[in-house]
């Protein structure tokens, strides 16, 4: 492994946008179908139920989060609903599953969605049976990244140290909380993507694909 990783012990990844591309509109039917569980929950029209999940999302972190702290809706069972999607338009991902299986260590998955439905996008990407453990927003208490709770409770519960662990993700404000703690973050930009605030020096590293940045970093330390 190329030098400015030779420390890295522990690969952590985020699950949606980071291990498929936004071109699949899984996210997209996500956000459809939390919309529809809150419009049959509160029995009121598409856009207003739009504007409530929004509004749950920018305060909460989840729009879950809303429902259970001012609802008491049951988490497993809207996580069931919010995630019958079809994940048809995920494509099997031959090259990025060889690259996570050249990477030295542990390799996890840290991600606000649970593991039921973490295990299907895996599964239709190819990339099952890769990974140590999923720890879901279950086990993060439903307190959704970049809740710094969540991070030390994937450290403690993992026996993870950060300062030797790299957390690979989509969203750059839930790279914060990880390098406030040590570890090596790397942002999977998106084409047309802006910068969230201008203030990204939390940032280690800027990639545009997950696999074709394994590809040079294992690449290079073979040519070294």
Request: proline letters at 5%.
């Amino acid at each position: 492994m190329h030098q400015t990783f030779s420390h890295i012990d522990t690969w952590i990844f985020d699950l949606d946008l980071t291990l498929y591309p936004p071109e699949a509109r899984i996210m997209a039917q996500v956000r459809d179908r939390i919309a529809l569980f809150v419009q049959d929950f509160f029995r009121i029209d598409a856009q207003e139920a739009h504007l409530i999940r929004h509004q749950y999302w920018k305060k909460y972190g989840t729009t879950l989060g809303g429902l259970m702290q001012e609802h008491d809706v049951e988490p497993h069972a809207y996580l069931d609903f919010v995630h019958d999607v079809d994940l048809s338009l995920l494509e099997p991902a031959p090259l990025l599953r060889t690259q996570i299986e050249g990477l030295p260590g542990r390799k996890l998955i840290f991600t606000n969605a649970d593991a039921p439905y973490a295990h299907r996008v895996l599964t239709a990407r190819g990339l099952d049976d890769l990974f140590e453990d999923i720890f879901d927003i279950h086990r993060m208490g439903h307190l959704p990244k970049p809740h710094p709770d969540s991070y030390i409770a994937l450290c403690a519960e993992l026996e993870i140290t950060a300062q030797t662990s790299l957390f690979v993700e989509d969203s750059p404000q839930n790279l914060i909380p990880a390098k406030a703690m040590g570890m090596k973050t790397i942002w999977v930009k998106h084409e047309g993507e802006a910068d969230s605030s201008g203030d990204l020096e939390h940032i280690d590293h800027e990639i545009a694909d997950v696999a074709d940045w394994l590809s040079s970093i294992q690449n290079l330390e073979r040519t070294l």
